[in-house]
């Protein structure tokens, strides 16, 4: 059974950065494909950013493009979002998700994803 645990959340000025982590336990780390998602309270979980098992591939929401950065370390097992010029409006739960792919899919849709993780807070203060 995969396992996935989120860290590196916290409270933030605007215009600041964070780096969040995920740590992939259970499978093959590099047979899965990644994501980064966000819930707002009040709101749906929306898609972040996603990054196929190969690294090769990345994909971005627009509100987050040119701000965000999406990796991975396939040796470490870990997927990380790091997170620039941040806004008020990034203030949400960040939650990592996987899904087992072939190298080069990228997965954006939220019900695609097999497995989540139990999710990050993050605060931007103005």
């Known amino acids: 059974q995969v396992q996935l645990v989120e860290s590196g959340g916290g409270l933030v000025q605007a215009g600041g950065s964070l780096r969040l982590s995920c740590v992939f336990s259970g499978r093959t780390f590099s047979s899965y494909a990644m994501g980064w998602f966000r819930q707002a309270p009040g709101k749906e979980r929306e898609f972040v950013a996603a990054i196929s098992s190969s690294g090769g591939r990345l994909y971005y929401a627009d509100s987050v493009k040119g701000r965000f950065t999406i990796t991975r370390d396939n040796a470490k097992n870990t997927v990380y979002l790091q997170m620039n010029s941040l806004k008020p409006e990034d203030t949400a739960v960040y939650y990592c998700?996987?899904?087992?792919?072939?190298?080069?899919?990228?997965?954006?849709?939220?019900?695609?994803?097999?497995?989540w993780g139990q999710g990050t807070q993050v605060t931007v203060s103005s």
């Open positions: 998700a996987a899904k087992r792919t072939g190298y080069t899919v990228v997965v954006i849709t939220t019900t695609a994803y097999d497995y």
